[in-house]
């Protein structure tokens, strides 16, 4: 079975964030592949040696230190990486423009599912899985916790998450499939594939060389942290009609909310 998995190199979770205009201070990072990511690349692979054939490929958008996060796929076991590597593209590239360099990397391989994380945790938008399967073609099931594919690799019957329970659903191949927390346990990149991983071939692309042209849709013109948590009230006394009513008095004429 070919596979394609689509990465994202994204800031640790524990790094602590520095907001600077419409982004963050990237300075003193420690970038990491995104963790759902990680459920898409150890499905991709268990998929291939489930059936003992096929190939793994890693497409990440990203600039010169993404290929990090690339070659930890690699290590992992994928087998090649197209990294496209455009600053100008890259800089500017929300989900429609990261989709749109993704399809066009895509489009030169062949693959009988396209897997990836639910969403990158830098943004959280979760768009990308659905953009990307639109621009191919194909359709898209998102928030799988349960894959398998049929002998004949025509179908895929997949559990996903929905509000409130999860939904089985069979899907005509190829597609893309949005990787949850619970559809497996990434392995660790041993240390012979961590040596192996240096040696595969990685095929660095522009956007151009991809014809890959399509401009962002949104722009952010700002960013800014929360405010800062307020500590909490305590309302004192023993009559507990009182309390209530004073309760009530402090929603509806400090916090505004009732």
Same mark, same amino acid.
Request: charged share 25%; with cysteine; proline share 5%.
């Given at each position: 079975?070919?596979?394609?998995?689509?990465?994202?190199?994204?800031?640790?979770?524990?790094?602590?964030?520095?907001? %600077?205009?419409?982004?963050?201070?990237?300075?003193?990072?420690?970038?990491?592949?995104?963790?759902?990511?990680?459920?898409?690349?150890?499905?991709?692979?268990?998929?291939?040696?489930?059936?003992?054939?096929?190939? @793994?490929?890693?497409?990440?958008?990203?600039?010169?230190? =993404?290929?990090?996060?690339?070659?930890?796929?690699?290590?992992?076991?994928?087998?090649?990486?197209?990294?496209?590597?455009?600053?100008?593209?890259?800089?500017?590239?929300?989900?429609?423009?990261?989709?749109?360099?993704?399809?066009?990397?895509?489009? =030169?391989? %062949?693959?009988?599912?396209?897997?990836? =994380? /639910? %969403?990158?945790?830098?943004?959280?938008?979760? %768009?990308?899985?659905?953009?990307?399967?639109?621009?191919? =073609?194909?359709?898209?099931?998102?928030?799988?916790?349960?894959?398998? @594919?049929?002998?004949?690799?025509?179908?895929?019957? @997949?559990?996903?998450?929905? #509000?409130?329970?999860?939904?089985?659903? #069979? @899907?005509?191949?190829?597609?893309?499939?949005?990787?949850?927390?619970?559809?497996?346990?990434?392995?660790?990149?041993?240390?012979?594939?961590?040596?192996?991983? /240096?040696?595969?071939?990685?095929?660095?692309?522009?956007?151009?060389?991809?014809?890959?042209?399509?401009?962002?849709?949104?722009?952010?013109? #700002?960013?800014?942290?929360?405010?800062?948590?307020?500590?909490?009230?305590?309302?004192?006394?023993?009559?507990?009609?009182?309390?209530?009513?004073?309760?009530?008095?402090?929603?509806?004429?400090?916090?505004?909310?009732?």
């Amino acid at each position: 079975m070919n596979t394609v998995v689509c990465i994202k190199q994204v800031p640790d979770t524990e790094t602590l964030i520095k907001v %600077q205009g419409a982004g963050i201070v990237t300075e003193g990072i420690k970038w990491v592949m995104n963790p759902y990511d990680e459920f898409a690349v150890e499905e991709a692979l268990r998929q291939k040696e489930k059936m003992k054939a096929g190939s @793994v490929a890693i497409v990440s958008l990203g600039p010169d230190r =993404g290929i990090e996060a690339i070659r930890t796929g690699l290590a992992m076991g994928a087998d090649t990486a197209v990294h496209v590597n455009d600053a100008a593209y890259y800089d500017k590239a929300d989900p429609y423009a990261t989709a749109a360099a993704l399809a066009a990397a895509i489009k =030169g391989l %062949q693959y009988d599912a396209i897997f990836m =994380g /639910k %969403q990158a945790i830098d943004d959280d938008a979760a %768009q990308v899985p659905a953009m990307l399967a639109e621009m191919l =073609g194909i359709p898209a099931i998102t928030m799988v916790v349960k894959f398998e @594919v049929a002998a004949d690799k025509s179908t895929a019957t @997949v559990t996903r998450e929905i #509000e409130g329970g999860q939904a089985v659903v #069979e @899907v005509p191949l190829p597609a893309v499939f949005s990787a949850q927390k619970g559809l497996n346990e990434p392995r660790y990149a041993s240390l012979p594939g961590i040596m192996k991983a /240096k040696k595969k071939p990685v095929d660095v692309k522009t956007a151009a060389d991809l014809g890959a042209s399509e401009g962002p849709k949104t722009v952010v013109k #700002e960013m800014t942290l929360p405010p800062a948590r307020q500590a909490g009230k305590v309302i004192a006394g023993d009559d507990a009609a009182a309390k209530a009513k004073e309760l009530a008095r402090i929603l509806h004429e400090e916090v505004k909310i009732v």
